[in-house]
């Protein structure tokens, strides 16, 4: 089957900083990838679709100059958290689609 | 907009036993995708099993099965013979085709052994 793989899958940064997370489909190509956020005991929020080569398109509520999205090529998007803070401290899943949607095994961000 | 509904938090089985987990969703559209996912403890998301809404044989996967309902907008998921390791967090989520996934607030089961 399709595999998607995330890194880091754990980052630990100080507030203040930025931190980037990769996503990258390993055997397929992704015309689109998508970015959710998920606490605890909770469903998954998706924070924005991206398609390769054009800006990503961010869900209501979301700050799309604290969360950036880049989608350089068919395999690979990145997320930034700009200036992270406790708040942003989650765990943050990115998925992939061709035809079907494959999910990434997740990063946990701590923000101290 | 799309919503999808599942109205059981936690849900409980027995070993070997057979548990349904609920699933309602609201659409105005004819043509979509319905899926149920797991999610484990290590939090990878599993496709357990979909279901198109044209195809009105339920799907079925192994002990897995759906009881899909078109026109009560209900899509049930069946585990038989439940293992421990089916234990997890359920999500039911809707497609309409192209777009986006909905996801429900998911289900937490507990498998006793």
């Known amino acids: 089957g399709a595999v998607v793989s995330q890194h880091p899958s754990w980052v630990i940064c100080k507030s203040g900083t930025s931190v980037k997370i990769e996503c990258r489909s390993l055997?397929?190509?992704?015309?689109?990838m998508f970015w959710y956020r998920q606490f605890p005991k909770q469903s998954l929020m998706l924070m924005a679709t991206?398609?390769?080569?054009?800006?990503?398109?961010?869900e209501q509520g979301v700050e799309k100059d604290k969360f950036l999205i880049n989608h350089a090529s068919l395999t690979l998007s990145t997320l930034t958290v700009t200036s992270a803070h406790p708040e942003d401290s989650s765990f943050y899943i990115c998925?992939?689609?061709?035809?079907?949607?494959?999910f990434g095994p997740g990063t946990r961000l701590t923000v101290t | 907009a799309q919503t999808v509904t599942q109205s059981q938090p936690e849900m409980s089985v027995q070993e070997a036993e057979t548990v349904t987990l609920s699933c309602t969703y609201d659409?105005?559209?004819?043509?979509?995708?319905l899926f149920w996912y797991k999610q484990p403890p290590s939090r990878q998301m599993i496709l357990v099993i979909r279901?198109?809404?044209?195809?009105?044989q339920n799907a079925t996967e192994n002990r897995f099965s759906v009881n899909f309902q078109k026109a009560a907008k209900s899509f049930s998921l069946k585990i038989s013979d439940s293992q421990l390791g089916d234990a997890a967090m359920y999500f039911c989520?809707?497609?309409?085709?192209?777009?986006?996934?909905?996801f429900g607030a998911g289900t937490i089961l507990r498998v006793k052994s």
């Open positions: 279901q198109e809404a044209y195809k009105q």
């Open positions: 991206s398609n390769e080569g054009s800006k990503a398109t961010y």
């Open positions: 659409t105005s559209e004819s043509d979509y995708y």
């Open positions: 989520a809707y497609k309409k085709y192209g777009n986006k996934l909905v």
């Open positions: 055997d397929f190509q992704a015309t689109t």
């Open positions: 998925s992939a689609r061709d035809r079907e949607q494959y």
